[in-house]
């Protein structure tokens, strides 16, 4: 299981919109469709960072970004943090 929550402001806000998947693959479509404009991000351009470790402000078992090198039409050389996720047993 993958528990993913979106880069909010507040860590409060993010966890209002936490999710969980069965695979990354499906965390990466959800991001995609969710999305209120067409295009932001394509799936290729979706990535997820190692075990940053666990944070304990929440109840993850561990931590990791999700990433994009592509926003629109900006590319970016180093990938953006978009979000968290937490790959759960």
């Given amino acids: ?43 290729e351009d979706l990535s997820v960072t190692e075990d940053l470790g666990k944070d304990t402000r929440i109840s993850w078992k561990e931590c990791r970004y999700v990433c994009t090198r592509r926003l629109g039409n900006q590319m970016y050389d180093v990938p953006q943090c978009i979000g968290m996720c937490s790959k759960e047993d």
């Fill in 1 to 43: 299981m993958i528990k993913y929550r979106p880069h909010r402001g507040q860590l409060s806000d993010s966890m209002k919109e936490e999710r969980e998947f069965l695979s990354i693959d499906e965390m990466f479509q959800f991001i995609i469709d969710s999305c209120p404009f067409p295009d932001l991000y394509k799936k």
